[in-house]
């Protein structure tokens, strides 16, 4: 830093009261005095679990770690390249990188825990910052034996990728695992094993097969868990259902892949995502519900918003705008 830019404290009034109040009192002078705060870089950032209240209920926020989409040019589609690049700087956020949180809401009933999708699990596809979930697990004190339930919002690769290990062992000893069955048969479907589906199908075939005299198949507007209800959202699979999840008057809804970015998908609702399995229908069920949801002022939960997902949206010209709700790690 050179002198001519720097403008010390002590230049302002305030700085010089400060200063001349420190040299009654004896003392050192702010400048030229030894440092003792050295320290080196600590690279390292807190446990990776947040933690509130939902009624009766406690919810945590668990996360199985970053996804890197890589370039949005190619992931986020039905309009040109530019504006996505624009819709992203304008929010300061990288053009060149979409980086999707996975954010796994674990809900304590009292009588019943019940986690939400699972991550990547074993699998790289997204690179090594995913597979997190057994790590931040233990950081917010749970044991994988605790999980009664798990609920699946679809069976794509980063949301059933952490229910077995590579070697089929179920993860979650205890668990019953929730999905729909036309999300289970398609995704296991050993026919699509040639298709370019390949390694979507891979994965959740080694994830539910050895699971499958666990699997509990919900319907569109079923209540099949106490406080937990499905609802359709097809087009980003098939099967794909969002969940509103309830304790003792209040509730929010667990989005799954209804929408993926705060921005892209939130505020301009009929982008299309490349890994929809059908795009336009995708387009419709996101529109139709996050039109009721902010219609019922029903906060989300969010899995691939940014961490910890959890927040509220009001409609905003022809899209959604996302508030994030502030943390609190202390309750007040
Ligand atoms: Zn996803």
Not at 6 to 21: D, N, Y
Not at 79 to 106: A, H, R, S, W
Not at 155 to 163: K, P
Not at 255 to 277: C, K, M, Q, V
Request: net charge negative; proline share 8%; aromatic share 10%.
């Amino acid at each position: 830093m050179s002198d001519d830019k720097f403008v010390p404290p002590s230049a302002s009034r305030r700085g010089f009261l400060g200063s001349a109040a420190a040299l009654a009192a004896g003392a050192v002078l702010p400048f030229g005095a030894p440092a003792f705060a050295k320290a080196p870089l600590s690279k390292t950032q807190p446990a990776y679990f947040y933690r509130f209240m939902l009624g009766n209920a406690e919810v945590t926020v668990v996360s199985d770690g970053p996804l890197p989409l890589g370039d949005p040019g190619t992931s986020f589609l039905g309009v040109p390249k530019e504006t996505v690049y624009g819709m992203l700087e304008t929010n300061f956020l990288p053009k060149d990188n979409v980086v999707l949180e996975q954010n796994i809401p674990i809900v304590n009933f009292g009588d019943r825990l019940v986690m939400f999708d699972t991550g990547m699990g074993f699998s790289k596809a997204f690179g090594p910052t995913t597979g997190r979930l057994m790590k931040s697990l233990e950081e917010a004190g749970f044991k994988p034996a605790d999980v009664d339930d798990i609920v699946c919002s679809h069976a794509h690769i980063d949301h059933i990728g952490g229910i077995c290990t590579a070697d089929g062992k179920a993860l979650f000893p205890n668990a019953r695992i929730h999905i729909s069955q036309v999300d289970f048969d398609f995704w296991t479907d050993e026919s699509k094993l040639g298709s370019p589906l390949k390694a979507f199908i891979e994965h959740a075939r080694a994830n539910l097969l050895p699971v499958r005299d666990r699997i509990v198949f919900f319907k569109d507007q079923q209540e099949f868990l106490p406080g937990v209800q499905a609802l359709a959202a097809p087009g980003h699979t098939a099967g794909h259902h969002i969940f509103k999840v309830a304790s003792n008057g209040k509730s929010f809804a667990f989005l799954g892949d209804l929408t993926h970015h705060a921005i892209l998908l939130t505020e301009n609702p009929r982008l299309e995502f490349a890994y929809d399995s059908d795009p336009k229908q995708a387009v419709q069920s996101r529109v139709r519900l996050l039109t009721m949801l902010t219609e019922e002022k029903m906060p989300v939960m969010s899995y691939h918003f940014a961490w910890p997902g959890f927040g509220n949206l009001v409609k905003a010209g022809d899209g959604f705008r996302y508030l994030p709700a502030p943390m609190q790690l202390v309750p007040v």
